[in-house]
């Protein structure tokens, strides 16, 4: 009976124990700075003033800068709504870039241009034909603009295509226009597109014959080119770093 009435006395003290504690209130932490939201930096376009005034070197300076920011993840924010809106009626494109069609290559971000800043075409492996060289002329003569890059880029796939003269379709013909850069390297290994420093050689010698192309086929830009109005000038892409190394 003793026992029963030291067990119930301890029950007891251990109930009432647990009803004077007051349980612990958890507080919620609330942050003392709210996050910004970034502001763009940039709303307006490229005027006419503003591009007339630049030299090609200039331009090439600010490709060399902008993709220097690209590569360090420093991209300029800009307002791309107002700056659509604010470029509707009008264009002044400070220069062409001929780039290949792969979706890795984005143009615009790669240089850290926007809306209105520069014209862009786009074929698989960065060849000139009449449609193209016209847009150039347009671009260059009728627009305004100071400069055309012809912009490769590593691990193309219409450069290793044409170095294994693949046959299919109309893709055969458009490699056509690629083959002679092919056939300008001089390299003693293996030329296949398995051999990497092959592909990059091709890739290079391609950039190369295009600008070749460019100025046999348009006396319009060869002699913009000779009269100092434009640069015609080549880049290759890395697209391990996103750095663009410029050829002389």
Same mark, same amino acid.
């Given at each position: 009976?003793?026992?029963?009435?030291?067990?119930?006395?301890?029950?007891?003290?251990?109930?009432?124990?647990?009803?004077?504690?007051?349980?612990?209130?958890?507080?919620?932490?609330?942050?003392? !700075?709210?996050?910004?939201?970034? #502001?763009?930096? =940039?709303?307006? %376009?490229?005027?006419?003033?503003?591009?007339?005034? +630049? *030299?090609?070197?200039?331009?090439?300076?600010?490709?060399?800068?902008?993709?220097?920011?690209?590569?360090?993840?420093?991209?300029?924010?800009?307002?791309?709504?107002?700056?659509?809106?604010?470029?509707?009626?009008?264009?002044?494109?400070?220069?062409?870039?001929?780039?290949?069609?792969?979706?890795?290559?984005?143009?615009?971000?790669?240089?850290?241009?926007?809306?209105?800043?520069?014209?862009?075409?786009?074929?698989?492996?960065?060849?000139?034909?009449?449609?193209?060289?016209?847009?150039?002329?347009?671009?260059?003569?009728?627009?305004?603009?100071?400069?055309?890059?012809?912009?490769?880029? !590593?691990?193309?796939?219409?450069? #290793?295509?044409? =170095?294994?003269? %693949?046959?299919?379709?109309?893709?055969?013909?458009? +490699? *056509?226009?690629?083959?002679?850069?092919?056939?300008?390297?001089?390299?003693?290994?293996?030329?296949?597109?398995?051999?990497?420093?092959?592909?990059?050689?091709?890739?290079?010698?391609?950039?190369?014959?295009?600008?070749?192309?460019?100025?046999?086929?348009?006396?319009?830009?060869?002699?913009?080119?000779?009269?100092?109005?434009?640069?015609?000038?080549?880049?290759?892409?890395?697209?391990?770093?996103?750095?663009?190394?410029?050829?002389?």
């Amino acid at each position: 009976m003793k026992s029963i009435k030291i067990l119930a006395v301890a029950i007891a003290t251990t109930v009432m124990g647990a009803c004077n504690n007051q349980p612990e209130q958890k507080t919620t932490e609330i942050p003392t !700075e709210v996050e910004e939201k970034v #502001k763009p930096l =940039i709303q307006e %376009v490229l005027t006419k003033e503003q591009r007339d005034a +630049l *030299s090609p070197d200039d331009v090439i300076k600010s490709f060399k800068e902008g993709n220097e920011r690209f590569v360090t993840n420093e991209l300029t924010a800009r307002d791309h709504s107002a700056q659509v809106r604010k470029s509707a009626t009008g264009q002044f494109p400070k220069a062409v870039v001929l780039s290949c069609l792969d979706s890795r290559v984005p143009v615009e971000d790669v240089f850290d241009r926007g809306i209105g800043d520069i014209f862009v075409g786009r074929v698989a492996g960065n060849f000139v034909n009449e449609d193209l060289l016209g847009s150039m002329e347009f671009g260059c003569k009728v627009a305004g603009a100071k400069v055309i890059l012809v912009l490769g880029h !590593e691990h193309c796939g219409a450069i #290793k295509s044409a =170095i294994d003269d %693949v046959k299919l379709g109309n893709i055969t013909a458009m +490699l *056509s226009k690629i083959r002679p850069a092919v056939e300008k390297v001089k390299y003693e290994g293996e030329r296949t597109s398995g051999n990497p420093e092959f592909v990059h050689q091709v890739c290079e010698s391609n950039v190369k014959n295009t600008i070749e192309q460019i100025r046999i086929n348009s006396p319009i830009l060869k002699e913009m080119e000779d009269n100092g109005q434009i640069k015609i000038v080549g880049g290759v892409y890395d697209m391990d770093s996103g750095k663009v190394t410029f050829l002389e």
